[in-house]
């Protein structure tokens, strides 16, 4: 009997060091297979604008290797976690301007929708302006991680693009003008959690990028809209 104890507390304390040595990386890839996408049937989507510098007025421009990437919150994960689906361009216009287009197909994974029902679908996806294509589409973006690790120079802040089918709600009320399809909407109050309470169609003169010097702006004004 004494040699079953001692087996069973080499075995505890063996699975104790196991878990005491674990790491975890910044991103995690969860690849998305064609069992998990749906095709929604809606028009694919195009969100253009300008990248706004609030902090050095675009005289540093942009680094060759900046990029976008379009993050889909996922509501049923208690990490609060956002999964890269989708990318977009950046082009110059002038010496130190540039403008985005970002493409949004007409599929979308499963798991970012609120609930199980496609015909009342809804889900928030933020966009972010990288220093550098360190964030892949299937990876997941942590919110409460420090976002340096990602290199994210802006967003569009409290501005989310939705996705609707049906006539599903969002921070407990119908979608102004029942819209199908992605539009843009600004979130007017969230609370400490950053999640949202209010929200309105956006202005397309507002749909811009701004650029933070160091990301903490993007993340105190991203709030989450399906939490």
């Avoid at 990029?67 to 990490?79: H, K, L, S, Y």
């Avoid at 309470?197 to 010097?213: H, N």
């Amino acid at each position: 009997m004494n040699r079953f104890y001692l087996l069973l507390f080499l075995l505890l304390a063996a699975a104790l060091g196991s878990c005491a040595d674990a790491s975890f990386t910044p991103v995690d890839t969860l690849p998305v297979v064609n069992s998990d996408l749906w095709f929604t049937s809606e028009p694919v989507g195009h969100i253009q604008g300008r990248i706004h510098d609030d902090h050095n007025g675009g005289k540093n421009g942009l680094p060759a290797t900046a990029t976008i990437v379009v993050a889909w919150e996922m509501p049923n994960d208690p990490g609060r976690l956002l999964y890269a689906y989708g990318s977009g361009t950046i082009t110059k216009y002038g010496q130190y301007s540039f403008n985005y287009d970002i493409t949004l197909r007409d599929t979308l994974p499963i798991f970012i929708l609120k609930n199980k029902d496609t015909s009342n679908a809804v889900a928030a996806c933020h966009i972010f302006l990288l220093a550098d294509a360190n964030i892949h589409e299937g990876d997941t973006i942590r919110q409460s991680d420090d976002w340096n690790t990602y290199k994210i120079m802006g967003s569009l802040n409290e501005i989310s693009v939705i996705f609707s089918k049906g006539s599903p709600t969002l921070a407990g009320r119908k979608i102004p003008g029942n819209p199908m399809g992605f539009n843009s909407f600004v979130a007017t109050r969230w609370d400490l959690n950053r999640s949202v309470t209010d929200f309105f169609p956006a202005d397309p003169s507002r749909v811009e990028i701004e650029v933070d010097d160091d990301g903490h702006d993007c993340k105190q004004k991203t709030p989450l809209w399906l939490q």
